[in-house]
Structures are given as structure tokens and as C-alpha cells.
């Protein structure tokens, strides 16, 4: 039986070739966020994003929500697979790149079908389980600050309806996770997520190897 494959920049180009659809939008934004300098690896690998809007109509997923929106090319994605009626909240701190995000949200023709909260994303989550109320997502993705993954985490569960799907990135976090030199907070912290994961009897969780680690989760009904 095969083992894990390793992903090679040449393979990683076969993958992209064979399935990833792009266009002339996403490929602009990506553009253009890769001239923002040491903030390009904040950014959600094409495939991923592809992954995530297939997420979205496999679940019939209609109320999405997003912590990090970042320059909102997971946003675009997910927004294009909602169904009539449905809509991505997304929250963010920067309205700097955020900015970039709603214009090209404009261009792809989503803007109607996402929400965007500017602010610190534990006070937004707070607000949004008032406002909304327990249950009232379909599905979370979490890609934010990693020393606050817990906490999102824990919002976001209780956001998202029983039966709903928790999507969380970096959870390999460039491969520091099984670095024992690597102590940094970031490390410690989605490592201690990681953990919580694990052993959290609310949900069933899948860990797969893609780009820098996602962590699928399913909150039990």
C-alpha cells in the first residue's frame, strides 16, 4: 500500500494543473496580494479555497462564516458557492487589507453575499452569538491569529449549528507542530488546539496533510 506522497513543486504544478479552476479574478488577486511584502504566506493556497467552496456546496452550507478575511480570497470563493440567499460573515482587523478584499468582491460580483465585520475578532464572535445566536451558522472557517485559535475555536463551535462543519488551517503550522526546539506562542498555541481536538467529544475531526494543515471538524448533533 502506497504511503504518503511528498509534494514536490512539480507535483504541486500537476495538481494545480488538473483541477484547479481559475480565472481571470482570483488570479488578479492573487497578483496582487503577492506584491504585499512578507504577507504573501497569509494567503489560502488556490486549492484549498477550491477545496473550501466544494466544502460548501457538499454541505448545502448557506451561512458561512469566516475569522480572517485577510485581502477575501477564501471569502470569494465560498461566496460563489452559496446557494440563492446565502451569505459569508467574515471578520477582520485591517481595513488596509480588507480593502483590497472588497474590491474585488465588487468584481466578481459577490458583494451582496458578504458581511464584512471590521474589528478584533473575539469581540465580533462575542456580537455575533447575541445577535444571532447559538446554531446559526452552517459552516466556520477559521484562519486568523494563532495565539487566539482556542477561543475562536470555541466561538465558533457554538456559532455553528449541531450537525455543522468546523474548517481550521495551519493546524501543521509549517511543520513546527513536531519540532521540539519550536516553542514560539504561535506553535504552542495550535498545538494546544490541536490537543483540544483531539480529545473534544463534541466533534468528529479529520487532520489532513493539504498545504499547512487543515483540520476538518463536524459538531455532533
Known amino acids: 500500500m502506497a504511503g504518503q506522497v511528498c509534494t514536490s513543486p512539480e507535483l504541486l504544478d500537476y495538481v494545480r494543473e488538473m483541477s484547479l479552476r481559475n480565472d481571470e479574478v482570483l488570479a488578479g488577486l492573487r497578483a496582487e496580494t503577492a506584491g504585499m511584502p512578507m504577507l504573501q504566506a497569509m494567503l489560502v493556497q488556490p486549492e484549498e479555497a477550491q477545496f473550501l467552496a466544494l466544502l460548501v456546496r457538499l454541505t448545502g452550507a448557506s451561512r458561512v462564516l469566516e475569522i480572517g478575511t485577510f485581502t477575501g480570497y477564501s471569502s470569494l470563493c465560498m461566496a460563489r458557492a452559496l446557494p440563492p440567499g446565502g451569505r459569508v460573515v467574515t471578520c477582520d482587523i485591517s481595513e488596509r487589507w480588507t480593502s483590497v478584499a472588497t474590491r474585488y ?4 460580483g459577490v458583494e451582496d453575499r458578504i458581511g464584512l465585520r471590521l474589528g478584533d475578532a473575539a469581540q465580533t464572535l ?14 466556520a472557517f ?17 456559532l455553528v449549528r449541531p450537525g455543522g462543519t468546523l ?37 468528529e475531526i ?12 463536524h459538531k455532533k448533533a
Open 126 to 139: 462575542k456580537a455575533l452569538i447575541q445577535e444571532s445566536g447559538p446554531g446559526s451558522f452552517d459552516l
Open 167 to 203: 474548517v481550521l488551517d495551519n493546524t501543521l503550522y509549517f511543520g513546527k507542530v513536531v519540532d521540539p526546539a519550536a516553542q514560539d506562542p504561535d506553535t504552542a498555541a495550535i498545538r494546544e488546539l490541536n490537543t483540544l481536538l483531539r480529545d473534544d467529544d463534541r466533534v
Open 206 to 217: 479529520s487532520m489532513l496533510p493539504v498545504a499547512d494543515g487543515i483540520t476538518i471538524a
Open 105 to 108: 468582491w465588487e468584481v466578481a
Open 142 to 158: 477559521v484562519d486568523a491569529d494563532k495565539a487566539n485559535y482556542r477561543s475562536y475555536y470555541e466561538d465558533a463551535l457554538e
